[in-house]
Structure formats: structure tokens, C-alpha cells
């Protein structure tokens, strides 16, 4: 849509066949004449893209480049003679040199109004623009999609390189990698339900340390202690490992230059982020170190990214540098129009939130960790009699949850009111014969299962027996009460019901690592010092075609209250995400505490999506709405202390807070790690033992795909392929029916199609398990009873509506429709609790 060099049109209307365009002023002959535009005032000038230029190629709408600067002639062409002739006969073709070679400088400052000056072009993006248009004319240029480094086709990123497919059986998919305890020759059995197959109790039933809460927090913390010979336990309360914050956020390994210089959250950021691309090398979660950008549209801005880098410098991050316009749209063709530089930061990354803590929780379990799911703890006791010499012991009251048709096959109706007599008997004999009734703990808990009457006559008949009842009785350690109903909320819109048994766990030390409950586990010691109040993220997930829209982790410049602000990015496999938002859950009312905002809770979901799309749009805005193929939220562990939480509780010796971690958690969950395990070896923990078989090695469970090479599909026989690495289970993820039953033997319990999605990205694709697609989960769920024996009733499916904010799971053509009005760059949306 530029004024084209040949002047054909204009000489034959005007009959002027030796000069140039004759450019006359729209108001008359009295009008006032624009002086050139200075050259040294050119880089003050917005920098406006060519493909934004070629919008504007109509009659009422058009722009042309003239000397490197954008004129709007929608105006002035069709009051202009030879005008029409160039929006008719040359509109959409580019200019050549001739016209700025007879149309001097001066000419167009005189001729066109100083107000129809929008701005200059950048040389590098024209000479862009103008070999696309060329190659559009002959050849089409390969698209972006084509030449993109997707994780897990025809290669893989390692420790934040890629790594080609040929080199990945040396790189990626190791051999060697941490597996059964009993070693890799022994062939690897499914877990027992709800549980890992290693128990790590000490000889007395108890632990040296307990861990609550199996996110990437605890689950760090968990792998950096399986490096000792310490016995620890790792409680989760919801239905798998990394079910709470860490399953719905961004996935970025931040860098640290956003963080206030002295917080905690400075003190761990730049050093975790530098331990990542080690780590990954490591356990193979999948880490791209595909850096990041903060947008400036405004000198204000700019403003502030200066003093983002400052921040940088203080908090020791390095690498950081501000971009100039030319540079940004250089890494980013399809940044907003009004863009004009960037605070760019090569270290930082993008991963997989749930892989990583799910590498990190299984590496633990490998090296001896032992995990238990669906156990909720409600109660924390001090044992008044314990040595304060040995960081106090604690016991906790744990409930553990299993779905309804689950606890009736495991619970049954809960034990018989045992008789008088027989309690009298266990008690005697607990008293009588103290720790070797404690030795025979574990052989206990399996006789408790018999009912009133067979217990009775095992009880009398046989005093052993007996007395080995009456320790478990007496420490609780399973001793029954009838189950109660229960119900687990992990998520936003997710809420786990069933039946749940208590269960006594004692340890000497505990880490409290609850994410959003961590306020609660504080408050079973007395610790009230803090609260979490919950904000909510939600985000818009989009099909892989729209990946190519950026490259980077692109943020706006970041809002003082609400943080970082709506970003734009390229998942590690393709996808384009947009979010999340920055919801605060709890406003303080008029009696001083916090309360849930009605405001905030009710929030319809059309204008949280709505939001979403317009605040992307002001990064990237050509973006297409309606391939969006799921929606989900998290929320994040703010606290009113303003910081994290990291340390050991004073006035509970023993007890460790590592409490109201938000962003950027990730990116320094490792060396948070390191660090606690300091503070507990300091005040006596005994982990200061290395285990001379721990193994840090990791395999992945994802196999990296040759496009289809090698591959089965079969829509109506799901076993027609005999291969399980051939038979393809998953059609959009390409997963295989090998990777699943991997899944199912490693060192976590497996016992829903959820876990396995999260694990090997089946039902992860554009169809999100559409049954009339290719009805993966179902081919998933019967993979799951056959290697666990579970009957296919007890498989677990994927939630809905869980957290999405989409009317329906399989995406129809009138959701595509409704994101595309959303999405119109004419409408404003405001959130309550928001910026």
C-alpha cells in the first residue's frame, strides 16, 4: 500500500509528462507548510511495522512510506490529482526508489499536513517485508511452524539447548537413569495404591523428617534430602504430586531482575535459575532457556525498564541489556505496533510445571523418599516427652482419602467396637513389653483388617498376636476408626470427594511446604503470624499453529500491585499461552481481617477470557482467538508478609516454614532447597550422611517422535498394533502405548487417566480426548487397570469442569465464534480484584 515509483497514471491525468507529482496542501493555498522532517528527529519517530503499513490499503484507509517515514493519505490521495489513479492502479504494491527519487524531502514536508505523520519504518523490516512479498509472488516462503524447535519433535531440549533426535539417545532418552530400589536389572511393578513402593520408616515406625505438601516446593526438597540417608516421608493431599499451584502456572524459570534487592525472593531467584539447565541435564523434565522480554511502549515505560535493570544489577542478575526498537522487532516480528524497546534476559526459561515436579518427586522416590498421596494432615502435635536435643518430635494426624467405591473396597465399613476385656489385655501388654511391641509395628497394621470376632480369637488364642495389636493400638498407628466422609478441594472447581481413615505419622522434623494451606499446617504448631491470601491466575491455551507468534516470554512493563503482568509466550511443546491474571480472592472488610470477595469469586468467565485476550493483544495482536483448545487456572500463595516464607519457627524447634511462595517459586525452588536442607543439618537433622547409591540421573518418559516414522494408528482396533512403542494411543500428542506403560511402572503411584496426561501429554492436543476423535482416554484408562489390576470402574478420569473456564470440554464451533468476539480489539474488560 505504498505510492508506487511508476507515475504513469498521474502523468496521464495531469498532462504534466516531465515533473514530478505536484503534492498541493489539503488546506489551500493559505495553508501552512510542514518543514521536512529532521533527519537527527527520525529516531524519536514510533517505529511502525511494514505488515501493520499494509493494513491500511483501502480508499478511506490508506498509508504510504515516503523517505522512510508513514504518511496517512486516507485523506489526502483522493482531494489530490493523479490520486485516485494511484489508490486504484497501484494500491498494495510496493514503492521503489523512484519516488523518493523525485519527490524530494522538502517537497513532501510542504505538501502533507505535520498531523498526517504517523511515524517511521525500520530499514531490517522492510528489507523483510519486501523479500516476503517477493517470495509470495514466486515460491511461498516456508512459514515459521516449519523451522520451529518444538520439544519432543525430531528432537529435544536439554539443560536449555536443543538437542537433535539422532542425539538424543545419548542426551535425552539415557539409559542408566534412577529406577527400582532393588535394582535395574529387577522389572519394575506398579506402586501400591495411593503410595510409593519404598516405605522409609525407621525401625520405631517414625521418620526424620515429614514433608507436607508434593509441589515443586516440597518435592525439591524431598530430592535434595534423598541425597542422605535420612528416612523421609513426602504427604500430598491431593490425588497426585504437584496438584496445587505448581500444576496451573506460566512454566517460566525467571531470572530474578523484577525481585525488590534483599527480599527472599532476590535472595533465591538468579541463584535457582542458574541451576536449572544442570538439574535438567540431570532428570530430563524438558528446560528451553528461551529468554525473556519486557515491553515498553511509552517514555514512562522506558523509565521503567531502567530500573528493572537496575534491580538486575543489585540482585546480581547478569546478561540483562535494553533493546531498542529495531532490535526487539528483530526477535519479534509480531510484537504490538507501538512496542519500543525491550529488558531483555537471555537466562531466563520456559518448562512444564507439572513434569518438573513430577521429575523431581519420582527421583526422591527412586532414591528413597517415601510418598504418600491423598493424605491430608489436620492435626499437629508437639510429644511432650521427646528430646528438645533432637529437634523436638511431632506427631501428625493424617487423613487418608480414597474415592467412595476405592475406600469401600480398602476401609470396608471401619472395625467392630472391640469387647472390654480386650482392651484391657493390648493395654497390659503394651506396658509389659514396650519397644519390641514397637518392632512389630508394620506386621500389626496388616492384622487390624480381621473383624471383631476373628480378632477376638486371635487375640486370646494366640498372646503374641495380641501383644503386637496392642502397640498398634497404642502408638496409632492404625488403630481404626470408622471412615468418615471427606472431600478435597486441590483446585478451583475441582473438588475430590470419598471416605478417609486416620493415620498417626512421627517425626523429629517437619517442613511445611503446603503452598496456598501453608497458613493452616502453621497455625496446628501456633504459628499465626502469617496468612495466605490466594490470587488467582487464569489462563487461555491455544492450538500449536499459533506458537510461531512468539519466540520469547513477552511481558508488559509490570503493574507496581498485581506483578508481572498478562504475558504472552511459546510453551516447551508449541503452544501459545496467554495469562494469567492477577485476582487477589481475600479483601480485607471492615472488622480488620480477610474475607473471600464475593466480587471476585463470581467473576463471569467471558470477561476473565475477554481480559485475557485484550491484554495479550496489546503484545502480540494478531493472535487467532478462536484456536484456542483449553482454559485453566492456579492460584498463588500470596501471604501478608509481602515475602516468603523460608526458615525454622523459634518458638517450635523442629518445625520449618517454607511457606507463601509465589513467583517466582520455580525458578528458585532448588536452591531454596539446598538451602533448608543447610538449615536442618544445622540444627541436628541427621542428613549430613551421604547415600553412596543415590543416582541423579533421571530418564524422561516422553520418547521424541519422528513426525509419524515408525508409528501405528488405528482408530477402530486400539491394540491392533502389537509394538506398544508403535501403537500411538494418543493421536494429537502422538503418545504411545510404551510411554504409558512406563508411566504406570515408575516410582509414583498411578491410578488416573489425569496422572498419565500430565506425565505423557496424552489428551494434552487440540482435541483434548474427543471421543469421537480418537477416544484416548479411554484407550489410557484400560492401559491403567491392566498394569495396576485396578477394575476400569476405579481408574480415575479427567475432571470437568475443573478450572476451565470454557462451556464445554471439546471445543465447537460457537465457542470459537464467542472468543473471537471476546477477543475484538474494541472492547474493554475490568476484573474485580485486578489491576
Not at 504409558?740 to 488416573?752: G, H, K, M, N, T
Not at 477394575?791 to 480415575?796: K, N, R, T
Request: aromatic share 6%; with cysteine; proline share 6%.
Amino acid at each position: 500500500p505504498l505510492c508506487d515509483g511508476s507515475h504513469a497514471a498521474h502523468n496521464q491525468e495531469t498532462g504534466d509528462n516531465v515533473g514530478p507529482l505536484v503534492l498541493k496542501p489539503m488546506g489551500g493555498a493559505g495553508a501552512a507548510a510542514q518543514p521536512a522532517p529532521a533527519q537527527e528527529a527520525k529516531k524519536e519517530l514510533r517505529v511502525i511495522p511494514m505488515r501493520e503499513v499494509a493494513k491500511h490499503a483501502s480508499k478511506g484507509d490508506f498509508w504510504t512510506v515516503i523517505h522512510g517515514h508513514v504518511y496517512d493519505l486516507s485523506d489526502f490521495l483522493p482531494n489530490h490529482p493523479g490520486g485516485s489513479a494511484v489508490l486504484e492502479e497501484y494500491g498494495g504494491r510496493i514503492a521503489d526508489e523512484g519516488f523518493d527519487a523525485v519527490h524530494g524531502i522538502s517537497v513532501i514536508g510542504e505538501n502533507i499536513p505535520p498531523e498526517k505523520l504517523l511515524g517511521r519504518v525500520d530499514e531490517a523490516d522492510v528489507k523483510r517485508f519486501l523479500k516476503q512479498q517477493a517470495g509470495a509472488k514466486g515460491k511461498p516462503a516456508k512459514p515459521a511452524a516449519d523451522v520451529r524447535k518444538v520439544h519432543g519433535d525430531k528432537g529435544a531440549y536439554v539443560g536449555g539447548d536443543w538437542i537433535d533426535l539422532e542425539d538424543c539417545a545419548e542426551s535425552f532418552n539415557i539409559s542408566g537413569g534412577s529406577g527400582c530400589r532393588e535394582g535395574k536389572s529387577a522389572k519394575c511393578k506398579t506402586c501400591p495404591r495411593s503410595r510409593s513402593r519404598h516405605a522409609a520408616a525407621k525401625r520405631d515406625g517414625s521418620y526424620d523428617v515429614v514433608i507436607i505438601g508434593a509441589g515443586c516446593i516440597g518435592s525439591a526438597i524431598a530430592r535434595e534430602l534423598s541425597k542422605s540417608k535420612a528416612s523421609v516421608l513426602l504427604l500430598e493431599a491431593a490425588d497426585d504430586v504437584t496438584q496445587g499451584a505448581t500444576k496451573g502456572n506460566s512454566g517460566i524459570v525467571h531470572a530474578g531482575y523484577d525481585d525488590k534487592p534483599g527480599s527472599v525472593r532476590a535472595k533465591y531467584c538468579w541463584k535457582g535459575n542458574q541451576m536449572f539447565p544442570q538439574l535438567d541435564r540431570e532428570l530430563h523434565f524438558g528446560y528451553q532457556k528461551n529468554g525473556s522480554l519486557v515491553v515498553a511502549k511509552t517514555e514512562d515505560d522506558i523509565a521503567v525498564l531502567r530500573d528493572l535493570y537496575e534491580r538486575g544489577q543489585k540482585n546480581g542478575v547478569k546478561n540483562l541489556r535494553i533493546l531498542d526498537e529495531a532490535e526487539l522487532r528483530e526477535k519479534e516480528p509480531h510484537i504490538h505496533p507501538d512496542a519500543r524497546a525491550a529488558l531483555y534476559s537471555p537466562d531466563a526459561g520456559t518448562l512444564t510445571p507439572y513434569e518438573f515436579a513430577i521429575a523431581l518427586a519420582e527421583n526422591a522416590a527412586d532414591n528413597g523418599v517415601e510418598v504418600r498421596i491423598r493424605r491430608e494432615v489436620v492435626a499437629i502435635e508437639r510429644d511432650a516427652a521427646s528430646d528438645p536435643g533432637k529437634g523436638g518430635r511431632f506427631k501428625l494426624t493424617v487423613k487418608h482419602w480414597e474415592p467412595q467405591q476405592v475406600a469401600q473396597r480398602m476401609f470396608g465399613n471401619g472395625p467392630k467396637t472391640l469387647p472390654m476385656a480386650l482392651f484391657a489385655v493390648m493395654s497390659l501388654a503394651s506396658s509389659l513389653y514396650g519397644q519390641q511391641l514397637v518392632d512389630a509395628v508394620v506386621p500389626g497394621l496388616t492384622l487390624l483388617t480381621c473383624c471383631e470376632e476373628q480378632a477376638g480369637m486371635v487375640a486370646w488364642g494366640l498372646l503374641g498376636v495380641a501383644n503386637t495389636l496392642a502397640a498398634v493400638w497404642a502408638l496409632g498407628r492404625g488403630g481404626r476408626a470408622a471412615a468418615e466422609k471427606w472431600m478435597y478441594s486441590p483446585s478451583k472447581g475441582t473438588e475430590l470427594r470419598g471416605m478417609a481413615e486416620t493415620e498417626t505419622v512421627r517425626a523429629d522434623f517437619v517442613i511445611n511446604a503446603a503452598g496456598c494451606a501453608s497458613d493452616k499446617v502453621a497455625a496446628m504448631v501456633g504459628d499465626t503470624s502469617f496468612q495466605i491470601l490466594p490470587r488467582m491466575g487464569e489462563y487461555i491455551l491455544l492450538h500449536k499453529d499459533e506458537g510461531v507468534k512468539c519466540t520469547h516470554t513477552l511481558f508488559p512493563t509490570p503493574h507496581p500491585k498485581y506483578g508481572k503482568g498478562v504475558l504472552v509466550q511459546t510453551t516447551l511443546w508449541g503452544n501459545l499461552i496467554l495469562g494469567p491474571t492477577a485476582r487477589d480472592v481475600m479483601a480485607k472488610g471492615a472488622d480488620g481481617k480477610y474475607h473471600v470477595s464475593e466480587d471476585v469469586a463470581g467473576e463471569e468467565g467471558r470477561n476473565i477470557l475477554g481480559y485475557i485476550l485484550s491484554k495479550c493483544r496489546n503484545l502480540v495482536p494478531d493472535f487467532d482467538a478462536s484456536k484456542v483448545i483449553h482454559t485453566f487456572a492456579g492460584a498463588r500463595a500470596k501471604n501478608t508478609t509481602g515475602d516468603w516464607i523460608i526458615g525454622p519457627l523459634a518458638e517450635v524447634p523442629g518445625f520449618f516454614n517454607v511457606a507463601g511462595i509465589d513467583s517466582p517459586g520455580i525458578a528458585a525452588c532448588p536452591a531454596i532447597a539446598e538451602d533448608v536442607a543447610r538449615m536442618l543439618a544445622d540444627r541436628g537433622a541427621p542428613i549430613q550422611e551421604k547415600d553412596p547409591k543415590f543416582n541423579p540421573l533421571r530418564a524422561p518418559l516422553i520418547v521424541p517422535k519422528n513426525g509419524w516414522k515408525g508409528l501405528t494408528l488405528s482408530k477402530k482396533d486400539p491394540w491392533k498394533e502389537k509394538d506398544p512403542t508403535k501403537n500411538v494411543v494418543c493421536k494429537c500428542e502422538r503418545v504411545t502405548e510404551g510411554e504409558v506403560v512406563e508411566a504406570c511402572r515408575r516410582s509414583l503411584p498411578i491410578d488416573s487417566t489425569q496422572a498419565i496426561r500430565k506425565r505423557t501429554r496424552a489428551g494434552m492436543g487440540h482435541c483434548q480426548g474427543d471421543p469421537e476423535n480418537y477416544d484416548c482416554e479411554a484407550r489410557i484408562a484400560a492401559i491403567i487397570a491392566r498394569e495396576t489390576g485396578l477394575p476400569l470402574s476405579e481408574v480415575g478420569r479427567r475432571p470437568w469442569p475443573a478450572s476451565s473456564m470454557l462451556r464445554t470440554r471439546i471445543i465447537g464451533d460457537g465457542d470459537r465464534k464467542e472468543m473471537q468476539e471476546l477477543s475484538a480489539s474494541s472492547r474493554e474488560y475490568k476484573l474485580h480484584g485486578a489491576a
